[in-house]
T-cell receptor, first 112, second 113 residues
């Protein structure tokens, strides 16, 4: 039982590049949540997905950010044309829709 | 592991009563955070308390932190039916990787009308 796997652990991108963050949920979990954490702040909800469907994207910025959770493979959070303000830790959590969510270790994105 | 552990795992009280949940952890921390999760929704950040703070208030919420006992409590006063949710504590430990969060398993709070 490998838990929620996020990769990469650290990601450095230059301004204007694209960032792709991956999240493999726990085995048997079909619900995935993405959160962003700025330094010294709490998690901010971004998006909630079930397999192939976006359930709630109320926390996603309107531009440059997108998320998917395909039938096969990990969930992907994509940030296009990154800016310095996108630098943060991005956490993924998964659940089976009933129990407590299990969190990954996060991806630390640094935009230079 | 320095995972936060919430106590109790489940709590059922009458509307209007106060609800107290506790959290314990194992290592030195930078800060401790409380979150709420309603069924089928994502986590909502409630309050953050830093390691050099002892008490913090936000509306009907009161959080205390005792670093000597490595514990925190969340008090919800004058509970309402809408407070029914799971509550999680999360710690950011001071040993490096400072923006990593470790969550406990949560307390499921039920407010009876």
């Amino acid at each position: 039982n490998a838990g929620v796997m996020q990769n990469p652990r650290h990601l450095v991108r230059r301004r204007g590049q694209e960032a792709r963050l991956r999240c493999s949920p726990m085995k048997g979990h079909s619900h995935v949540y993405w959160y962003r954490q700025l330094p010294e702040e709490g998690l901010k909800f971004m998006v909630y997905l079930q397999k192939e469907n976006i359930i709630d994207e109320s926390g996603m910025p309107k531009e440059r950010f997108s998320a998917e959770f395909p039938k096969e493979g990990p969930s992907i959070l994509r940030i296009q044309q990154v800016v310095r303000g996108d630098s943060a830790a991005y956490f993924c959590a998964s659940s089976n829709g009933q129990g407590s969510p299990t969190f990954g270790s996060g991806t630390r994105l640094t935009v230079v | 592991s320095q995972q936060g552990e919430e106590d109790p795992q489940a709590l059922s009280i009458q509307e209007g009563e106060n609800a107290t949940m506790n959290c314990s952890y194992k290592t030195s921390i930078n800060n401790l955070q409380w979150y709420r999760q309603n069924s089928g929704r994502g986590l909502v950040h409630l309050i953050l308390i830093r390691s050099n703070e002892r008490e913090k208030h936000s509306g009907r919420l009161r959080v205390t932190l005792d670093t000597s006992k490595k514990s925190s409590s969340l008090l919800i006063t004058a509970s309402r039916a809408a407070d029914t949710a799971s509550y999680f504590c999360a710690t950011v430990y001071s040993g490096g990787g400072a923006d990593g969060l470790t969550f406990g398993k949560g307390t499921h709070l039920i407010i009876q009308p």
